[in-house]
């Protein structure tokens, strides 16, 4: 929408009386004449930009927000833009009153429901910034890593692919909570921290893979839970749980559990300081090895490469 044209066009679109208090979830709370610079410069009014919008061959051309948008039915197109527009142009403040006609809750992405920020940033490495609304907006629209998911109430990870767990992390660290780590947990956090010898020394921020800016967390995850990981199924969210991974049988084609465990906690130094739970066995069974490996990340889906070499 960086284009002179069209803001040319709205600066001169003539003042026309136009309802589109529709737009917002409590139609009282829209602003007509209020600011709008989503990816426009420069900034016009509310009025001017739905104008636009609900112009022949536009977004919302044909829909009337004189009246409320019954949006389960629209597209994921339509909501957007609703959304985003909403964003600027409903309430004065607070998070309720800028809700729009599309919005929908989901809250319970987060671990604690109550640090949902649905106006919050959404911004990526990759990906033009939105609010939160607008992306789970787009995740769960059809076709999406989370179509059909309800965040609406207590949203259980257990049975999810890793795919949709990665990406509720991937939401919660932009919207859930503001500062302290615990506030930030998203519905499928694992707590992990027992992989190491001294659970207070679990680093889960660590990146793991500089290259691929893997955190030690997302390398716990994907292990434990992808299929055919060497580590799937694992708990290490207890003393007992984690240490049952370390006498464990490999997981067919991969290295010792105890090797993997060593190897993460202290070669990788997801453990930030000591040893990992499995650190005596390992003393036990290898003089010296090197557990060698490579975490690359594409398109949000964490790939390990993990090799033993010379044990004996």
């Known amino acids: 929408m960086r284009c002179a044209a069209l803001c040319l066009a709205l600066l001169a679109a003539p003042a026309v009386a136009q309802d589109y208090s529709g737009l917002c979830m409590t139609p009282a709370n829209y602003q007509g004449g209020a600011m709008y610079d989503h990816e426009i410069s420069p900034a016009v009014t509310c009025d001017a930009i739905m104008a636009h919008w609900t112009s022949s061959g536009n977004t919302l051309a044909g829909y009337d927000f004189s009246v409320g948008l019954h949006c389960p039915l629209e597209s994921y197109d339509v909501k957007n833009v609703v959304n985003i527009v909403a964003s600027y142009c409903c309430g004065t403040g607070d998070a309720a009153s800028r809700r729009s006609a599309c919005w929908a809750d989901y809250s319970h992405v987060c ?57 509720v992390d991937d939401i919660a660290k932009y919207c859930c909570g503001t500062g302290d780590a615990a506030s930030q947990r998203s519905a499928c956090w694992v707590d992990h921290s027992y992989l190491c010898a001294d659970p207070s020394t679990w680093a889960p921020s660590t990146v793991s893979d500089q290259q691929a800016g893997t955190t030690c967390i997302q390398l716990m995850n994907y292990l434990t839970q992808e299929p055919g990981e060497g580590l799937e ?24 559990r105890w090797a993997m465990v060593h190897h ?49």
Not at 277 to 300: E, F, M, N, Q
């Open 111 to 167: 671990a604690t429901p109550a640090n949902y920020q649905g106006s919050a940033m959404y911004a990526c490495p990759t990906c033009s910034s939105v609010t939160c609304d607008v992306m789970m907006a787009q995740y769960t629209s059809s076709g999406q890593t989370l179509a059909g998911k309800d965040f609406s109430s207590a949203f259980s990870c257990s049975g999810e692919t890793h795919m949709v767990r990665v990406t």
């Open 233 to 256: 199924g694992d708990d290490f969210s207890s003393a007992s749980t984690a240490r049952e991974s370390c006498t464990k049988s490999p997981a067919p084609g991969k290295d010792p």
């Open 264 to 312: 993460v906690g202290v070669d990788l130094k997801c453990c930030s300081s000591g040893d990992s739970v499995c650190s005596d066995i390992y003393s036990d069974v290898v003089d010296s090895a090197t557990l060698g490996g490579r975490v690359a990340s594409a398109v949000g889906v964490v790939s390990v490469f993990a090799v033993l070499l010379g044990l004996h």
